[in-house]
């Protein structure tokens, strides 16, 4: 099975258990050559961080939609029908209440700041408009990074307010994590670095 959390080409094997070493050693054996290294859970998910892509159970669940979750390229409009097309053709017609963005520390020093570690409120110009859902060091931005979802002030005040990518990426905002009591700046991004 083909599949990746990391951006990278990967593939899940299921094999029955009485064979996972002898595979195992195999694989090891014959990509000594070409370099394999095993990868801990921990390095792939700050991988997937860093490359903006959300993850099931953290960014993704049962309510999240691919506009909120800025997945709508993996949507086939085209197809001729699907279990929830007419609710995501509506919502891309009114626009999205919750968008998920990265954030990027900015001004942080991993080895003396204090880590995020997902559920910091997100700051816009001093009002809260979220939280943040998964955090990581991205060593290939050399920055602390952080994912979450943010919504308008009026739509936490009670009054649903579509968001649109010109207030969420007005050059004068000023974005903000709260970690652990203190307001760290941060960058706002709506797609994925290039890297």
Same mark, same amino acid.
């Given at each position: 099975?083909?599949?990746?959390?990391?951006?990278?080409? /990967?593939?899940?094997? @299921?094999?029955?258990?009485? %064979?996972?070493?002898?595979? @195992?050693?195999?694989? *090891?054996?014959?990509?000594?050559?070409? /370099?394999?290294?095993? &990868?801990?859970?921990?390095? !792939? +998910? *700050?991988? +997937?961080?860093?490359?903006?892509?959300?993850?099931?159970?953290?960014?993704?669940?049962?309510?999240?939609?691919?506009?909120? =979750?800025?997945?709508? %390229?993996? &949507?086939? %409009?085209?197809?001729?029908?699907?279990?929830?097309?007419? #609710?995501?053709?509506?919502?891309?017609?009114?626009?999205?209440?919750?968008?998920? &963005?990265?954030?990027?520390?900015?001004?942080?020093?991993?080895?003396?700041?204090?880590?995020?570690?997902?559920?910091?409120?997100? @700051?816009?110009?001093?009002?809260?408009?979220?939280?943040?859902?998964?955090?990581? @060091?991205?060593? $290939?931005?050399?920055? !602390?990074?952080?994912?979450? %979802?943010? +919504?308008?002030?009026?739509?936490?005040?009670?009054?649903?307010?579509?968001?649109?990518?010109?207030?969420?990426?007005?050059?004068? #905002?000023?974005?903000?994590?709260?970690?652990? /009591? $203190? *307001?760290?700046?941060? =960058? #706002?991004?709506?797609?994925?670095?290039?890297?």
């Amino acid at each position: 099975l083909a599949v990746t959390n990391t951006g990278e080409p /990967g593939y899940s094997i @299921y094999i029955p258990s009485e %064979f996972a070493l002898q595979i @195992y050693d195999n694989f *090891m054996k014959i990509g000594r050559d070409y /370099g394999i290294r095993n &990868v801990g859970h921990l390095a !792939m +998910r *700050m991988l +997937r961080i860093e490359k903006f892509i959300p993850f099931w159970g953290e960014e993704l669940t049962a309510d999240t939609t691919p506009n909120e =979750s800025n997945k709508m %390229f993996k &949507v086939k %409009f085209d197809k001729e029908d699907f279990i929830g097309k007419d #609710a995501l053709v509506k919502q891309n017609n009114e626009g999205v209440l919750k968008r998920l &963005v990265q954030f990027q520390l900015e001004d942080f020093n991993k080895d003396l700041d204090v880590w995020p570690w997902g559920g910091e409120a997100i @700051y816009r110009n001093g009002e809260f408009v979220g939280f943040t859902s998964s955090t990581a @060091y991205g060593f $290939t931005l050399q920055k !602390m990074v952080a994912l979450g %979802f943010v +919504r308008h002030p009026a739509t936490i005040a009670g009054t649903p307010t579509p968001l649109d990518n010109a207030w969420l990426a007005e050059k004068d #905002a000023e974005w903000s994590i709260d970690v652990a /009591g $203190t *307001m760290v700046p941060v =960058s #706002a991004h709506l797609y994925p670095p290039n890297l």
